[in-house]
């Protein structure tokens, strides 16, 4: 019994450097995913700040209802967001294919594809994310050069689901993965502890 409980007792010490490096690979994929969109950092072993490039785009959703096209418009203008992996629904993590052209509702014919990735990330019951929103007016009227943050009107935002962006659907199928299994490693982690 004792060697038993030596041998799994060691087999979870050895674990543990795996998970970790597991995770460090998710994390790394989610970065390479986003890159053309935007930037992905740590912040602590389990929490990721998500920078979209800005502005972010203007999604058009089209939908069939009862035989007619509606459409859904979406934007986050979102210019960082904090995501403790542990506060994401990965059962919640969905896609659609959306249109970014402004136009897109008045040339649109009924199997028209999008042209842009859209995933969206909600939070388990009860949480929110931490994030920084931007007006997009102020932002679109500003001239070149370097602002201030209050001049694009910064400022601190809750939310409970945002959207992300991808020009390239296999990029946006990798990060939606890659966000998946660092999520379940890291809330099998903390089941763990």
């Known amino acids: 019994m004792k060697k038993l409980c030596a041998y799994a007792l060691s087999s979870l010490v050895l674990a543990l450097p795996c998970a970790a490096q597991n995770l460090a ?21 389990h929490t990721i700040v998500i920078e979209p490039k800005m502005p972010g785009p203007l999604c058009a959703l089209p939908r069939n209802e009862a035989g007619r096209t509606m459409w859904s418009f979406y934007t986050f203008p979102i210019a960082s967001i904090v995501v403790p992996l542990a506060a994401v629904d990965e059962t919640l993590i969905s896609e659609d294919l ?3 052209n402004p ?14 990735t859209m995933v969206v990330i909600a939070g388990v019951q009860g949480k929110q994310f931490h994030s920084i929103v931007y007006d997009r007016d102020k932002l679109a009227h500003l001239g070149p050069g370097p602002h ?39 809330k099998a982690q903390a089941m763990r502890q």
């Open 25 to 45: 690979a998710h994390i790394q994929t989610l970065k390479n995913s986003y890159a053309s969109s935007g930037n992905i950092e740590m912040l602590d072993d």
């Open 98 to 100: 959306v249109f970014t």
């Open 103 to 116: 136009d897109a509702a008045k040339g649109y014919k009924p199997g028209d594809v999008g042209d842009t």
């Open 148 to 186: 201030s943050s209050a001049a694009y009107g910064q400022t601190p935002d809750d939310t409970q689901a945002f959207g992300l962006t991808f020009s390239d659907p296999a990029s946006a199928r990798a990060f939606e993965k890659a966000l998946k299994d660092a999520v379940a490693l890291t």
